[in-house]
């Protein structure tokens, strides 16, 4: 080897090793940011110039970056699925001392007409009887409020979660094009490729996501369900949110790039993210719930309905549960959307307000035609009876409802407690199983892209000693070219 090319190997040598010392350096700077990935400098051997630095590449795996971002998609829609369905259950059913729920006020209701029936001259258990029917028809009212509160939250979030989504779609616009730059011209993108990652990551949390790489590092991204969201420029997703919620309300469906992706007409609809949870929630959860509720109501009303007693044979009337309709009875074989909103106890029996408790036992709350203790006998028990045995007798109720088919009022009142339990138990369990997916799928992408810092101070030992021969090499190039020349001269 001629000292020429000695000089040149060692010099390409120290410049490589400034490079790689400059990389080792920003991966230490890198270890606490999150988002960031290992650099590495690409040595290349040139016969007869040494080595030379190509490029600096990151550690990444495209695979497991791809199962991280599915991870976060899933625990986000099952944490805002759980979250809804944890502040209904708290207000509505959870407190078992507080007996809150429709089902547990129902039968108190029925035990207090139990005791009414023993002794249908006790005005005393007549007005406990009315009390706990107000709190029935309260139950029934507040869980109404409930759930349409959650449905407003939900609607809300799902602004301001189609706001993130547009803003990150702009910033993914601004990194992709640069990274486009500047792997044409050559440039370290590195960087910009991990900006691009955090920014699909965050995106993931919003709404579900695909996405390829073309040529130049450009890169394509859809929903989950095909939708494009961002190919050479961002797409718009809008949404416009509805401000109150009443049963019968139907909230408005996210589009994006012109399609809708939630709501009963979603062409292609998401199927995971923290927007397709909170859609599932305020668009389904929350209306079959309602359903149960309305239900509830309608069972309610009829089994308390007032019958014709005279030969007339007029209609049904409410008895002791009316509600906005009423007089006239809630419409059988449907869904009487939002009527555990509106139902209540009548102010006629209510002897704060001036009523009869004891219409109760007598009937009349419609008039002469509907008493059914004609002889205004204060023993007379059969009307109370009547009631205690409708409120036990088996019933059918709407199968949109998907609470139990058939069964006691009281009965079908623990279905729907049940259903919200067995819901919110499992959302529950699969937010933890998403979860735990999300930590093991992040600690086997940090395991290989993650920086290490005994790793880091080995390689820079490495470097260390590598620049110290060359830096020694140099100088006894040097003096060997001092001789020669001292030797001709």
């Known amino acids: 080897m001629s000292l020429t090319v000695a000089l040149n190997s060692a010099r390409s040598s120290l410049m490589a090793s400034g490079v790689q010392s400059s990389v080792i350096s920003r991966n230490v700077a890198g270890l606490h940011q999150d988002g960031y990935s290992r650099k590495n400098a690409l040595i290349v051997s040139q016969p007869g110039s040494g080595v030379y630095v190509s490029g600096i590449q990151r550690a990444a795996s495209a695979g497991l970056f791809n199962n991280v971002v599915k991870a976060v998609s899933n625990t986000a829609q099952q944490d805002a699925l759980y979250n809804g369905l944890q502040k209904v259950a708290a207000v509505t059913i959870d407190d078992p001392e507080l007996d809150q729920s429709a089902a547990a006020q129902l039968a108190k209701l029925k035990s207090a007409l139990q005791q009414y029936a023993s002794a249908p001259d006790n005005v005393t258990f007549a007005n406990s009887a009315v009390t706990a029917a107000k709190n029935v028809a309260a139950s029934l009212n507040d869980s109404t409020n409930t759930v349409q509160t959650v449905r407003a939250d939900a609607d809300a979030e799902m602004a301001t979660s189609v706001g993130n989504i547009n803003q990150l779609l702009a910033q993914f616009e601004t990194v992709n094009t640069a990274i486009i730059k500047g792997t044409i011209s050559g440039s370290d993108v590195t960087d910009y490729l991990d900006t691009r990652d955090s920014i699909l990551s965050k995106l993931s949390q919003e709404v579900g996501i695909t996405f390829a790489t073309r040529a130049n590092n450009d890169m394509v991204v859809y929903t989950d369900s095909g939708v494009t969201l961002f190919e050479r420029t961002a797409r718009s997703v809008t949404f416009a949110p509805t401000n109150s919620y009443t049963a019968a309300t139907t909230g408005n469906a996210v589009v994006i790039d012109g399609v809708p992706v939630t709501g009963a007409n979603a062409i292609m609809p998401i199927g995971s993210g923290k927007l397709a949870g909170l859609a599932t929630l305020r668009d389904d959860k929350m209306v079959t719930y309602q359903n149960q509720l309305d239900e509830v109501a309608r069972a309610v009303i009829e089994i308390f309905a007032e019958k014709d007693q ?50 109760i036992r007598d009937g009349g709350i419609n008039g002469v035609n509907y008493v059914y203790n004609a002889g205004g006998e204060a023993g007379f028990f059969a009307r109370i009876q009547g009631l205690v045995d409708g409120m036990a007798a088996s019933r059918t109720y709407d199968p949109a409802a998907l609470g139990k088919p058939s069964g006691s009022l009281v009965d079908f009142a623990g279905s729907s407690v049940s259903w919200l339990e067995s819901q919110r138990k499992s959302v529950g369990d699969d937010a933890t199983y998403s979860q735990t997916l999300l930590e093991r799928s992040a600690d086997a992408l940090s395991n290989v892209n993650g920086v290490n810092m005994d790793d880091e101070m080995t390689f820079m030992l490495q470097v260390e000693r590598t620049f110290s021969a060359s830096s020694k090499l140099i100088s006894t190039i040097d003096d060997m070219l001092k001789e020669l020349l001292m030797a001709v001269g």
């Open 310 to 359: 005279s030969a007339a044979a007029g209609p049904d009337q409410t008895g002791l549960f009316t509600y906005a309709g009423g007089p006239g009875m809630p419409t059988t074989g449907v869904i009487n959307t939002g009527l555990a909103g509106t139902i209540k106890v009548t102010a006629l029996v209510d002897q704060a307000l001036g009523g009869n408790p004891s219409l």
